[in-house]
Nanobody
Framework: QVQLVEAGGGLVQAGGSLRLSCTASGGIFDNYAMGWFRQAPGKEREFLAAISWSGSSTRYADSLKGRFTISRDNNKNTVYLQMDSLKPEDTAVYYC???????????????????WGQGTQVTVSS
């Protein structure tokens, strides 16, 4: 039973930072590419960042480069999203997702991912 649990969301002022974490259980973490997505009310899920199972490859949404950083610690079965210089437009529910594969792909489409966390709310005030 693969489970993903996000943590670290909350309320922050514009310009502040948050560090989200996502811990996986019930599977072989080394074979999971991990991605971060977000979804605001009335909008589709938006790709943010992804990291391959080895951590050797990363991919970011163009609009986020320089503000968000993805990393993983396989010893802890955990992936992180460091978010800096937050803006009110970043307000959304943030989800982590796992793509089970033996390659090193970093997918940007939500349909590639097999498991999803429950989401954590991030609210950025002006």
């Amino acid at each position: 039973q693969v489970q993903l649990v996000e943590a670290g969301g909350g309320l922050v002022q514009a310009g502040g930072s948050l560090r989200l974490s996502c811990t996986a259980s019930g599977g072989i973490f080394d074979n999971y590419a991990m991605g971060w997505f977000r979804q605001a009310p009335g909008k589709e899920r938006e790709f943010l960042a992804a990291i391959s199972w080895s951590g050797s490859s990363t991919r970011y949404a163009d609009s986020l480069k320089g503000r968000f950083t993805i990393s993983r610690d396989n010893n802890k079965n955990t992936v992180y999203l460091q978010m800096d210089s937050l803006k009110p437009e970043d307000t959304a529910v943030y989800y982590c997702a796992a793509d089970i594969n033996t390659f090193q792909r970093v997918g940007v489409m939500s349909s590639l991912y097999d498991y999803w966390g429950q989401g954590t709310q991030v609210t950025v005030s002006s």
